[in-house]
């Protein structure tokens, strides 16, 4: 598994767009890039993962860098339920390796 | 979605005791499922890989004479804590991974067990 480094928390407003970054500088040609959040007391949350491409669902986009090596997770209105842990994973294969990941915080 | 449940939600036991916690797939099969535990403010931990009908494969560190796993079924898999301590309590989460053919698949988490030992 790629190790990553994110900011351990960040702060947003409700309403407007938050961009939680993520850096993967030793990620291998085929480790995907998953993003989880985790509610306090609750089990881990599926948000996307990619490749290479840039990929939209639902919940967020994410943006991966030409070269890999950085990603980011793009919520476009951030609401108080999107308060939670975020973890970027770098993998190929069945594994999740989680790191610290980055508590995002949302003000009213 | 794919929906992954745990039961229970929450136990309380006296130090020496056995638990058991179940995690279930309930709207896919799961040839895979995952064990984490998670300290509080830490993040979660693997500490073993469940595969139907077959033994499951422990992470360094976690024993699994203490940790017994039972992937019975492709929608099942329980751990049971044998013999109970303080210091095993912990929040307790499974997952359980879709094939989708790809280079990598997704893990959908249950909603975890929280275990207090007294």
């Known amino acids: 598994d790629a190790k990553t480094t994110q900011p351990n928390s960040m702060e947003s407003n409700e309403e407007e767009p938050v961009h939680l970054p993520c850096n993967h500088s030793?990620?291998?040609?085929?480790?995907?890039i998953h993003w989880y959040r985790q509610l306090p007391s609750q089990g881990p949350e599926y948000v996307i993962h990619?490749?290479?491409s840039n990929v939209n669902n639902r919940m967020a986009s994410l943006a991966i860098a030409e070269d890999r090596k950085s990603s980011t997770l793009i919520l476009h209105r951030a609401t108080l339920r999107d308060a939670a842990v975020y973890y970027c994973i770098g993998n190929a294969g069945n594994m999740l390796t989680f790191g610290g990941g980055t508590r995002l915080m949302v003000k009213p | 979605g794919a929906v992954v449940s745990q039961h229970p939600s929450w136990v309380i036991c006296k130090s020496g005791t056995s638990v058991k916690i179940e995690c279930r797939s309930l709207d896919f099969q799961a040839t895979t499922m995952f064990w984490y535990r998670q300290f509080p403010k830490q993040s979660l931990m693997l500490m073993a890989t469940?595969?139907?009908?077959?033994?499951?494969?422990?992470e360094q560190g976690v024993e699994k004479d203490k940790f017994l796993i039972n992937h019975a079924s492709l929608t099942l898999s329980t751990l049971t804590v044998t013999s109970a301590h303080p210091e095993d309590s912990s929040f307790y989460i499974c997952s359980a991974r879709i094939h989708r053919g790809l280079l990598t698949d997704t893990q959908y988490f249950g909603p975890g067990t929280r275990l207090t030992v007294l």
């Open positions: 030793t990620i291998s040609g085929t480790d995907y």
């Open positions: 469940s595969n139907e009908g077959s033994k499951a494969t422990y």
């Open positions: 990619g490749l290479t």
